[in-house]
């Protein structure tokens, strides 16, 4: 699957986007795989409260499911203005 990654975390990480294996279940198991991955990944998943996720480009939570998911995208919380 690819996954996305915006704004600081993109940073942390050092990538945009990347196509991952993974037999990940939910996307918080995803995440557990990717912070063990590597220190940077380890920085940019340290506080997932201050994450939103999005599944397949809609918005939902890390409990959601991934079979059959094409893509995730990782971002900060927008703001309005």
């Known amino acids: 699957m690819q996954v996305l990654y915006f704004a600081w975390v993109r940073e942390r990480i050092g990538l945009a986007k ?9 996307v918080m198991d ?6 063990a991955r590597e220190e940077r990944y380890a920085a940019a998943f340290e ?4 994450l939103r996720v999005a599944v397949d480009q809609e918005l ?3 409990d959601a499911p991934l079979a059959g998911v094409r893509e995730v ?3 900060p919380p927008m703001t309005g203005g």
């Open 60 to 62: 939902t939570e890390f």
């Open 47 to 50: 506080d997932i409260s201050a």
């Open 73 to 75: 995208a990782f971002f």
């Open 18 to 26: 990347e196509t991952v294996d993974t037999g990940a279940a939910t």
């Open 30 to 35: 995803l995440v557990t795989e990717l912070r």
